[in-house]
């Protein structure tokens, strides 16, 4: 296993290179270049020449390459202009948790709600539901995105007043708040991390038991402590808690969303998967057998309709990460997503370019953790690669 | 007759003639009995989806859509140019407010306004004046089937202009990334070594990264228009997923006996290539046409959306200008401006992928219902 991660560790590092070296060509592709576009034209011929040479633009083409990729993987991404002297990584490092809360939310609500739709639509073929729900989904998949996040807005925020509109907190009750809403957002971030950490570990503990009995007992402990623990520190801290809560709630619609229109594709995906499971011999062999439907579709259909749909992540991983640049501008959530677009528009290239970088990091350790993942589930791609 | 060199194609064409025929008819004829003959197979075997059906039929609409536009503007009700452009033309009908002296005087608030406001609209009137307001965005009616947008230009001449520019930027990313990934693949199908493990790292590399973002940087450091959007979402998209699956299909025609003929009987490189495994490749890339349509209309619509696209008129824009103006968030109220663009896009979109689903089960037997 460790000799499966490390072999892809090593792939990715090299798809990342090839990565970097694309967004540095298409810098230098583009018109002009960076010195004339954004260097004062009156001054002096050899001021400038001192600057090109400060900037370390004075090299050969490859020379600049080297170094661009090289000051990338040390951090330095150079300073943004338009939040000068900041450099880009500071700003990128404030971005990316936002990020990773709403992408990851997102895409764990849209694979568990699309899957198990999924399977019971292929369970109970044809008729009126399944066309509706065929239907409602390709049409959610191919939705104009934006128009459909504002209308979220317009029907859920505006209209019924759930939710706040937009945003990321409510300044006006911030005032004298004892945390900046960074920190209060770290610490949301670390328990929700440490409580899915402990469920996994339980998991992983209920597995490794020989007898039902005792992973049966395992997990009666430790699901249980597990909320206790989570539900309890936040009760412990109601000196933080509702702005804590502040945050959650505007985060809840922008995640919905982006939900809304993943799984979709991941809910055609498992029924299509399931349903060519379902015409294997095993299903048949376990419905002569008398086992309860329930146990069939849940437990010898689905789990190998699983497999393609994990494939598929990969696809929808692209997806679901332009779909968040697309939700974090609507909902003007202030994650990479923004950053990226504002950043272009008000044309400060470093600052969009390091965030292309890391929308490029996100998306190949996204791919990482899907290719383990796929390991853990299927034991013939473990043997295969470690022979 | 068996002459040295035979395509598949020629094959069943020899395959299929009478034996008694005393001279067969020429290639090109029989090609193209063959070819119908596919299509009236497939088209029966398409027209079993109903969802595939209904992808065409919106997809039909929508061409009749693109074609009232010219005709509208050219010999029907839109021809007046000031009124009906897309781009620059302008009408709004003038609502007129009686001038009254404070707020506590407006009875209605539809056809009088207090002296304050009317400073804004019409500097300088005083009391029991009439002052004129342009409407605009003004609702449906008035000769504007749709109403007209908040820089007073109609939605419905909007709408069918942008229909056009939309099927043209399918078109083009469509066979752009025909011609891509049936090139890509073939050429690392074939060829296969440093040139094969070269490009598939390339196609896994587009297709693991998001294009929107991309795509958002790129039209900082571009200015990009409407050819040069298609090209470059056919090369993206043509270059990642439909890459790797044209090249496994592209390796499995490689294998195939008719492929080992036309080598052993002198076949060169080219020709192989050119005459037995791109025609047989060409059919599945086809499939992938359909779902990058889908791809680059709600691309082009997404980034236009943003303002980040050198275009004239579009859906995208046509919700642009709703949101810089300020009226995308203001509820159903303004519907015109908010509805019929979005709708557009979506069920374009959807169209195609409709389709794209039907051809897929007409390629591949696997999916086809039982």
Redesign the interface.
Known sequence: MLKFVGRRLVQMA??FF??LS?VFF??Q???GDITSQFLNPEIPAEVREQIIARLGLDGSIWNQWWNYVTNFFSGNLGVSFSQYPRPVIDVIAERIPRTLFLFSFATLLSYVVGFSLGKRLAWKRGGFSE?AV??GG??L????????A??M??FFA??LGWFP?NGFLTPEFWRGAPLTGNEVFSMLLWTISAAALLAGATAIIARRQKERAGARWVRSIGYPATLLLFVGYWVARDEIRPYAWDIVHHSILPITTLALIAFAGVMLLTR?SML?TLKEDYILTAQAKGVPDKDIRDKHAARNALLPVVTSF??G???I???G??TE?VFSWPGM?SL??T???I?D?PL??G??GF??VL??FA?LIVDILYAVLDPRIRIQTGN | MVTKEQSPLEEAAHVELEPGAALPESLWKVRIKLFWAGLRRNWSLFKENK?GLMGLIVILLFALMAIAHPIMRSVGPWQDDDVYDPVIGYDAPIENFEIVPTAADVVDPNSQMDVMTAQLWCFGSLPGEICEIPLQPAPPGNGHILGTDPLGRDIASQLTFSTRSAFMLGLIAAVVTVGVATTVGSIAAFYGGWLDTFLM??A??V????????L???????TINLPLLGILIGVLSGFG?TAIVLKSQALSIKVKPFNDAARVSGGSNTHLIFKHIIPNVLPLSFLYMMFTV?DAV?LE??LS????LNIDMS?GIM?NTAQSQGY??T??EFWWL?IP??LA??LL??GF??VG?AMDEVINP??RSR
Do not use: K
């Open positions: 090299f798809l090839l990565f694309l298409l810098l592709a583009q018109p066309h065929t239907i390709v049409l998949y191919t939705v104009f995105y934006p128009w459909f504002v209308l807005i317009l505006s209209g509109i299509g060519e990969v696809l991983l692209a997806f990460i332009g779909g640049v697309v501008t997503g990226l677009l950043a272009t528009v044309e290239v969009a370019t965030a292309l929308v490029g998306a190949l791919h | 969802i790292r390339l896994d590399l297709l693991l990264l998001p294009l929107i973002p991309i958002i940087v790129l039209s900082g450091l571009w997923g889908t709600s619509a997404t959306f943003f303002g980040l859906w919700l995308l968030r509820g159903l908010l663009a979005g896009v979506t979109a959807a992928f409709f689903r696997r999916l």
